[in-house]
């Protein structure tokens, strides 16, 4: 199993950018898919976290500008970020909890490799 993430770049204060993170491989079922980032020098934080039934749940940091969304179809969690600040830069990782066969309860968590965000004029 892989997760790619993908739309990290630099942009202005107050812009926006939307982040993909697809999933591939050996999937029978994805439960939870998380975004999280790290800043230099700070600890990795949860940013947005988003279950198979479609709820979710945003980092009070970015509520009102960042927004979670999935297509399970496509395997794939989406981070909508709006309104970004210079605090928003950091390196956004995704990762999903999947369960690769069918006769197994058991989920395993996997990692993207990070997308760089930076945010600056």
């Known amino acids: 199993v892989q997760l790619q993430a993908s739309g990290g770049g630099l942009v202005r204060p107050g812009g926006c950018l939307r982040l993909?993170?697809?999933?591939?491989?050996?999937?029978?079922?994805?439960?939870?898919m998380d975004w999280y980032r790290q800043a230099p020098g700070k600890r990795r934080e949860l940013v947005a976290a988003t279950t198979s039934d479609g709820s979710t749940n945003i980092a009070d940091s970015v509520k009102g500008r960042f927004t979670i969304s999935r297509d399970n179809a496509k395997n794939t969690v989406y981070l909508q970020m709006n309104s970004l600040k210079p605090e928003d830069t950091a390196v956004y990782y995704c990762n999903a909890y999947i369960k690769s066969d069918s006769r197994s309860s058991v989920y395993t968590k996997f990692w993207g490799q990070g997308t760089q965000v930076t945010v600056s004029s």
């Open positions: 993909s993170c697809a999933a591939s491989g050996s999937i029978f079922h994805i439960n939870a």
